[in-house]
């Protein structure tokens, strides 16, 4: 062999040892896209840090002082469980506790650097977390009561087990919480030791606030909303709003209360509440910190900042990359896209990196392609599309999707569900012209009667890959198919709600079926089935591999991936590098090579580069070909320039 020969090989060897980190070569890597579904936001009131929360339980940590956040993650699903409640404890430095949906509670003394589990009593889901800086207490609302501890969460008590989350504590050290029992307002001037009611209202309390700066202490019911300066003694009627209340948060004599339609504020002596927060219905967590000056709004679409008093609400996702993406699509080799709350995203490198689509940046859920250049995208603007890939985009139809397919072999049609039609049988549309007119196409499906005032509500709706007349939607009665285009449906699988049909993929006769619980294939288009596979997880998204026939690929909701070499009869597990979030969809190349995972936490790129054998070695996180470790260690074989 030439020596420029052997320099070549052993270069293009060790590029593919030295990038799966990165590329996602041989493993699942997430570059983006930008943005996450936060679901609480809490400032450090010692300092300028901000800490986020995602849907999926990520948290992100942003330590800059210049009143723009640089996000970096610094926790993902702790012990695999959901992140429910983060506070900080400000009289201890850097003390951070996080609770999750199982129970368990982590303290970190390093900002979110390393955790460590503190033992809890077994009452369930934590709720909420409050820290009493001056009287060195914690108080946690679990689902089944509430626990304090003295010993920087050391060890934890059981206080009552008739107290539950909303919580918060005044300056004087006074507890107020809700009664399990009554959903009325209690206090507690004891930490947590003996309570009594605080109101005469009889409505159910949602929301508490307080506020230091005035001593005034808010609370939100189903019947309106009060406040009061002298710990509770009187109170005094705030104006309505007509909203329904999902938090409050109190700030100097703001008040500011995420609803079911946005941001309202509130300032004491004001006859309204005022939208604080234009066009972002989705707001989800908020929080102000003291030291920047600055509000922070958490939404589904990532984090928006405003200087204290402003409404010009801007974008601060910088390293925040987990948002919820709900659907992808490929475009020949290295494109593909993804469809997140905060607008439709593009890769043209694989996955290495994400930008925003212009054009298509309202709420983008679902993602239709022939796997060519005419891509349709719905959402809650309607459906648009692009002939040309994603370049430029045309509305085609104002009515919102909650389903969409496109046939390979036919990219003139579009099938479509639509949420607003009047009734299960105008829900199914099919359109041949490109989505410029639609006709109704629900014959044979079955209906129950309340659907028929409330519609629709499919899981799934999938062309098959080589026929255009076939499809498949997976809905509230089962599995159903159509072999002529849309004008008649048939039941395959008849299923109650608890064994939902999930997913869905088929080409030709093959067709594998994602169900709450395991997976069914079948070689003859649902004739017969196979035995059901992967009985222990929920699968909810397929992918058939464009190459190798008897490929394909299987997402669960545990955040894993399975791929079968054998049209289905077995599974192995295909997850490494994978964080345990959802996965939503799946897509992969025309070439085969490279999938992708739509996942509650971010986008996933998987490249397959190289078919030999590989060895995990004790002492390194990465996977080094075996074929590396195997080349010859003498003169034999090997060139000078190769020692060199």
């Known amino acids: ?51 986020a929360v995602s849907e999926s339980g990520a948290v992100f940590r942003s330590t800059d002082n210049d009143g723009e956040p640089h996000w970096q993650r610094i ?65 946690m609302t679990m689902k089944s009561g509430l626990v304090i501890s003295h010993d920087e969460g050391r060890s934890w008590r059981v206080a009552t087990q008739s107290v539950r989350a909303p919580l918060t504590v005044t300056a004087d050290g006074s507890v107020y919480a809700v009664d399990t029992t009554s959903s009325l307002l209690h206090v507690s ?54 909203r329904r209340l999902l938090s409050l948060h109190a700030t100097g004599s703001r008040v500011f209360a995420i609803t079911s339609h946005g941001l309202y504020e509130y300032t004491a002596g004001s006859p309204a509440w005022e939208i604080a927060a234009p066009n972002t219905p989705s707001v989800t967590a908020f929080t102000a910190g003291p030291y920047s000056g600055r509000l922070y709004l958490g ?122 039609a009047i009734n299960n049988q105008d829900s199914m549309r099919r359109s041949t012209d490109e ?37 498949y939607l997976a809905y509230e009665a089962g599995l159903a198919k159509t072999d002529n285009a849309g004008d008649r449906w048939k039941n395959l699988i008849s299923t109650s709600y608890p064994e939902r049909v999930r997913a869905v993929a088929a080409k030709g006769p093959a067709l594998h079926v994602g169900m709450s619980q395991g997976i069914f294939s079948s070689v003859d288009s649902g004739a017969t089935w196979s035995a059901q596979r992967l009985l222990d997880e929920r699968v909810q998204a397929i992918a058939m591999d464009p190459v190798h026939v008897r490929r394909s690929y299987a997402g669960t909701a545990s955040g894993r991936v399975y791929r079968s070499d054998d049209s289905g009869n077995n599974w192995l597990l295909f997850s490494e590098g994978l964080e345990g979030a959802p996965v939503q969809r799946l897509a992969i190349n025309d070439d085969g090579n490279r999938i992708y995972a739509a996942t509650a936490g971010g986008m996933f790129a998987y490249q397959i580069v190289a078919t030999f054998p590989f060895e995990r070695l004790a002492d390194d996180p990465l996977r080094l070909p075996l074929l590396m470790r195997q080349l010859p260690a003498n003169g034999t074989g090997m060139t000078d320039g190769m020692r060199r």
């Open 1 to 51: 062999m030439p020596r420029s020969a052997s320099r070549l090989t052993l270069a293009v060897l060790l590029v593919v040892c030295a990038t799966p980190a990165l590329a996602g070569v041989n493993r699942w890597t997430s570059n983006g896209p930008e943005g996450a579904s936060v679901k609480l936001l809490v400032t450090d009131p010692s300092r300028s840090w901000i800490y």
């Open 75 to 139: 926790a993902m699903q702790l012990s695999g469980a959901v992140i429910t409640a983060l506070a900080i404890d400000s009289g201890i430095p850097d003390a951070l506790y996080a609770g999750t949906a199982a129970g368990e509670v982590f303290r970190s003394g390093d900002r979110g650097d390393h955790w460590v589990e503190v033992e809890m009593p077994d009452l369930g889901s934590i709720t909420s977390i409050v820290v009493d800086d001056d009287r060195n207490r914690i108080y």
């Open 189 to 242: 001037t004891d930490g947590g030791n003996t309570w009594t009611r605080t109101m005469t209202s009889t409505g159910t309390v949602s929301v508490l606030a307080f506020s230091r700066q005035t001593s005034t202490l808010y609370v939100g019911h189903d019947v309106g909303m009060w406040a009061s300066s002298d710990k509770g003694n009187t109170w005094r009627i705030l104006p309505y709003l007509d």
């Open 299 to 420: 939404t589904k679409a990532g984090i928006l900042t405003a200087d204290d008093g402003s409404v010009d609400w801007k974008p601060a996702n910088s390293g925040l990359s987990h948002a919820f993406v709900s659907d992808t699509a490929t475009v020949g080799t290295d494109t593909a896209l993804a469809a997140t709350p905060g607008g439709l995203f593009r890769t043209r490198d694989g996955g290495e990196s994400w930008t925003r689509v212009p054009g298509v940046e309202d709420v983008v859920t679902h993602i239709a392609t022939n796997g060519g250049q005419r891509v349709y995208v719905g959402g809650n603007k309607g459906i648009r599309k692009s002939t040309d890939g994603g370049e430029t985009w045309e509305l085609v139809s104002p009515n919102i999707p909650t389903a969409l397919a496109v046939p390979a072999a036919s990219p003139r049609t579009v099938y479509a569900v639509f949420a607003s």
């Open 435 to 471: 989505g410029r007119t639609w006709d109704f196409i629900g014959a044979g499906l079955s209906f129950d009667a309340g659907w028929f005032y409330y519609g629709m509500t499919p899981t799934v709706l999938e062309a098959d890959e080589q026929d255009p007349s076939i499809a």
